[in-house]
């Protein structure tokens, strides 16, 4: 019984999730780039009292954003522990559940989140970060294991990866030390290993997926040989929600994953028969090394570099199962485990019916700038940039939103889609995301999304949208949207892309792409402006068509 996507609904501002405080003490704004205070409870929603408190990190990932809604529909009252509150704003089931503020990198936040707590689910994992990454997960899991212990909680649940024995990839070996520290917390901890996890959005299945749509002919690294037992992620959930019913004498790892072990090659044409394309011939190549061919992947799929290498590595090796012994404490889920082309199925079903819940597009980029824009007043010293376009339509309002809204992904971006194209190829030869991530929704967006090399900043849906720039840049860069109705009638669009340079390449970038500026942001704002126009026309048109029809049948019915 899973919940249906969530469909567009008012979004909120930060003011509107956090509580007005008591006397003169001031809320912490919180932005991912600085060292958070002592956890903040962001949300105490009147409830009865539950049978379990549970507190979910890692809440705003592919896996922590779906688990959420299982944990309260099987009756659990939720704790969330994010970095950034604005990342809730627009989720679903933030109504449901408390919210804080901290970060497991410092272990003073984790104090009031894990009081009275009893499962940690601890969801977080450093993928394609750099620099020591191993440190600080290190760090992260070290802090966690001692606050659980400290709080009382009865149990930890973890979800790492499938390795084998022997020398590991980075990313690999660390997965498989934050397991081994929360294993000696001393507080009961059940260390689920799951390979390649398959549902729409995740990183796995749309390396597969954009790999098969994308090449006719696949010369492939020789690791398509390897043997893989993926798993679909409504398995994964299954297992991470029974998981809190442990006995408290387990404390182990258990290995996850479907009932079929698949070459990956065969996972690519098992995806291509699903999707209805031809099976594609695939050559194993000896001369790819994982470098190489985590570039291949970053070129010709939506996968960023600093994602693809840490796949890349993790399927040098086989990626199957030891042991099912998990079924012994957690019956498999009715009807059994999905096979992996039922998962493929289901994945494909839902993104055609636009009710991807979460996706590896929302997860935070590295490299890519997180801090929120300054208001004006703080930009006082710094060198700003700025392109201003403000245009008028016949059109009403709430017409010219919905063109705002819709843009990007397939209906792109109004102007110039050679340069829109090439801008995203340049950005992906550097290792950026590049401009085809797309949209998770076709209609609607969510504060924190995903939009092509943009994410959503600020959405106050109907009047304003605020994207913050992810390609590699010199500098910070934000574009703003929004409509507002004219007084006169019709509608004003105004566009405002903001720059702020970073040393002397950053001035170098913004006048070498000033006269593109003029042409592409000109163009944009004029198209947007006469594609509302257009579709309140059709509107229009189609009422009148509907009130001639209805008037007809409507006269046809008094003379008879």
């Avoid at 689920?192 to 549902?199: F, M, R, T």
């Avoid at 824009?373 to 709430?398: E, F």
């Avoid at 913050?468 to 405002?496: D, F, I, N």
Wanted: aromatic content about 8%; overall charge positive; glycine content about 10%.
């Amino acid at each position: 019984m899973g919940r249906k996507a969530a469909k567009p609904r008012e979004s909120r501002s930060l003011s509107e999730i956090m509580p007005e405080p008591a006397g003169n003490a001031r809320p912490n704004k919180p932005e991912s780039s600085a060292t958070p205070e002592p956890s903040q409870k962001l949300r105490w929603p009147v409830e009865k009292t539950p049978a379990r408190t549970v507190l979910v990190t890692g809440a705003t990932g592919y896996i922590g954003g779906r688990l959420v809604p299982k944990l309260l529909e099987a009756g659990f009252a939720v704790r969330v522990l994010v970095r950034n509150a604005s990342r809730m704003i627009d989720v679903p089931w933030a109504g449901e559940v408390q919210i804080y503020v901290g970060d497991l990198g410092h272990a003073a936040t984790l104090l009031a989140p894990l009081a009275g707590v009893d499962v940690v689910y601890y969801l977080v994992h450093g993928m394609g970060t750099k620099g020591d990454f191993e440190r600080g997960e290190r760090e992260a899991a070290t802090n966690v294991a001692q606050a659980a212990r400290d709080a009382g909680v009865s149990r930890i649940v973890y979800l790492g990866g499938l390795h084998p024995q022997g020398e590991l990839s980075p990313h690999l070996r660390s997965r498989a030390e934050v397991g081994r520290i929360l294993l000696d917390s001393g507080v009961p901890t059940a260390a689920l290993q799951a390979g390649v996890v398959i549902g729409s959005g995740s990183t796995s299945f749309e390396m597969i997926r954009h790999l098969t749509d994308v090449l006719p002919y696949m010369p492939a690294p020789k690791w398509v040989r390897n043997f893989i037992q993926p798993i679909a992620v409504r398995d994964v959930l299954h297992y991470l929600v029974g998981a809190a019913d442990l006995p408290p004498e387990v404390n182990r790892t258990f290995d996850i994953g479907g009932p079929d072990v698949l070459r990956y090659g065969q996972m690519m044409n098992g995806y291509a028969l699903e999707a209805g394309l031809r099976q594609r011939p695939i050559a194993a190549l000896p001369v790819l090394t994982p470098w190489l061919a985590s570039q291949w992947v970053n070129l010709v799929t939506p996968i960023p570099r600093s994602l693809a290498v840490p796949i890349i590595a993790s399927l040098q090796y086989d990626c199957v199962i030891h042991e099912h012994d998990i079924s012994r404490f957690i019956p498999d889920p009715e009807g059994g485990l999905t096979t992996y082309r039922r998962a493929v199925r289901l994945a494909l079903k839902k993104m055609r019916d636009g009710e991807v819940e979460t996706s590896w597009k929302n997860s935070s980029v590295e490299g890519a700038p997180a801090n929120l824009l300054p208001s004006d007043p703080d930009w006082t010293g710094h060198t700003v940039y700025l392109d201003l376009k403000v245009k008028k339509s016949a059109a009403p309002d709430d017409e010219l939103w919905r063109v705002i809204e819709g843009i990007g992904g397939d209906n792109g971006w109004y102007s110039l889609p050679v340069a829109w194209a090439a801008r995203g190829v340049l950005d992906k030869l550097v290792g950026g995301v590049g401009l085809r991530r797309g949209r998770q929704h076709a209609d609607h967006l969510n504060t924190g999304d995903a939009l092509d090399f943009w994410r959503v900043e600020e959405l106050r849906r109907g009047r304003f949208l605020r994207l913050r720039a992810e390609m590699k840049l010199p500098g910070r860069a934000w574009l703003e949207l929004s409509s507002e109705p004219s007084p006169e009638g019709g509608s004003t669009y105004t566009q405002r892309a903001i720059f702020f340079p970073q040393g002397l390449a950053g001035r170098l970038y913004w006048f070498a792409i000033l006269p593109f500026h003029g042409i592409i942001f000109n163009d944009m704002a004029s198209r947007i402006t006469q594609t509302a126009r257009a579709n309140a026309a059709i509107a229009v048109r189609q009422s009148a068509v509907l009130n001639g029809s209805a008037r007809q049948t409507a006269t046809e019915t008094s003379d008879a």
